[in-house]
């Protein structure tokens, strides 16, 4: 009798392409009032993230399993992205709305053939008090070190760079294509030499996989100018075989922290930020300035949608207005049909106006998780983290 377990079924639901009724909006019509737009839960239209590609160069298990994403996998056509006069004009909708800030997402990025041009296209653009914006990133590494310095010069200000452990035994089994750790680490140095920062290092804390790297982590990165977070095993869509016992919950990420190093609570930037804030303590208690902060992004285990001002904007156009959704709107239809700004924006604010998301509050509601319909959620590697 064979001891060998049978093969993992993953269920795949291709949701690129499941969109929501637009609402109606006046033809021509413009913004009532002018006022900025709030949901229904009286959140701001604050922050875009705009993914630019499905593809990735990694594999990792908690997002394009390879079991899912393999030579037979079949990602958008060319024709189905948004080309980037279409994201600039979005993206310059969102900030008419009260968008502050965009994150360029994936799939991975830096993947996006020229890149650079619409990285500088969006930072030309200035909100209505004549700001600009704060422009960022969020990439695995693996091509920044050859990147960073044009992306600099194109008007990019930060990034973020998610890495998963320093073992590079570690590291190469969990982005499951064998590339080395330290490609990423010179990546970092890159972008720091090129000045995009402060730079951000995120963590996805696996229990049983990757959790003995937190302390070692905190090591390497405490000092540096770089500020580490690290971010709960997400129920992110539906082929990553999500467990709650492989959760390592923020609140004993920090005890295990605290038997080496003391630490102080901080308060946030500003509203909405997704990331508990901790700082480094001096031998007298007090704040050390010099050895950093790390950041807990406790999604699971502690909800933090209540003030959430994020929309997501997918490569082939789809508005989501949730990490955790199961549909979007369809704006590419609207750009490729002839729709005027003006009509875009009204939609827009429409869509944003209807909103009332909150996951992971009614997640935590729940006796079990996750939620009783896991396999109807759009897949991160689509709309980003």
């Known amino acids: 009798m064979s001891n060998t377990s049978p093969p993992r079924v993953i269920p795949l639901h291709d949701l690129r392409h499941s969109a929501h009724p637009m609402p109606a909006v006046e033809k021509n019509g413009a913004m009532a009032g002018g006022a900025l737009p709030s949901d229904r839960l009286g959140r701001p239209l604050r922050d875009l993230r705009i993914s630019v ?20 996998y079949r990602y958008l056509p060319q024709s189905a992205l948004l080309s980037f006069e279409e994201i600039v004009q979005v993206a310059r909708e969102f900030v008419g709305l009260g968008v502050q800030k965009i994150r360029l997402t ?10 650079e041009l619409l990285i500088a296209q969006l930072a030309a653009l200035r909100t ?24 600099r010069d194109a008007g990019l200000q930060r990034v973020t760079v998610s890495l998963d452990g320093l073992d590079d035994r570690v590291f190469r089994q969990m982005n499951d294509v064998d590339f080395p750790v ?3 680490l010179k990546g970092i140095e890159a972008a720091q030499a090129a000045g995009l920062g402060p730079i951000k290092v995120n963590m996805v804390v696996k229990r049983g996989t990757n959790d003995h790297e937190v302390l070692p982590m905190a090591r390497h990165f ?22 709650m016992d492989e959760v390592l919950p923020s609140s004993e990420l920090i005890a295990r922290l605290k038997t080496e190093f003391s630490m102080l609570p901080l308060q946030a930037f500003a509203p ?11 031998a007298d208690g007090r704040r050390d300035t010099q050895a950093g902060e790390i950041g807990l992004i406790s999604s699971v285990s502690q909800a933090f949608c209540g003030d959430c001002n994020r929309a997501r904007l997918s490569t082939e156009g789809q508005l989501y207005l949730c990490l955790f959704a199961s549909g979007g709107f369809d704006l590419r239809s609207l750009l490729r049909g002839g729709a005027s700004a003006q009509e875009l924006a009204a939609t827009i604010r429409a869509i944003w106006e209807r909103r009332d998301d909150r996951y992971s509050v009614l997640r935590a509601s729940l006796p079990t998780a996750p939620m009783a319909t896991p396999g109807r959620r759009v897949e991160m590697s689509y709309i980003g983290g």
Do not use: H
């Open 53 to 72: 590609t499905d593809r990735c160069n990694f594999r990792c298990s908690y997002c394009m399993p390879k079991e899912v994403f393999d030579k037979d």
């Open 106 to 115: 994936g799939g991975e990025p830096l993947l996006r053939k020229n890149l």
């Open 128 to 151: 209505p008090e004549g700001q600009p914006l704060d422009m960022t990133l969020t990439t695995n590494g693996a091509l920044l070190a050859r990147k960073a310095q044009a992306l």
């Open 182 to 184: 330290s490609e990423v």
């Open 222 to 243: 405490r000092g540096s100018g770089i500020v580490l977070r690290f971010i709960e095993y997400m129920d992110v869509g539906a082929t990553n075989g999500w467990r």
């Open 272 to 282: 909405g930020e997704t990331a508990q804030r901790w700082a480094y303590a001096d």
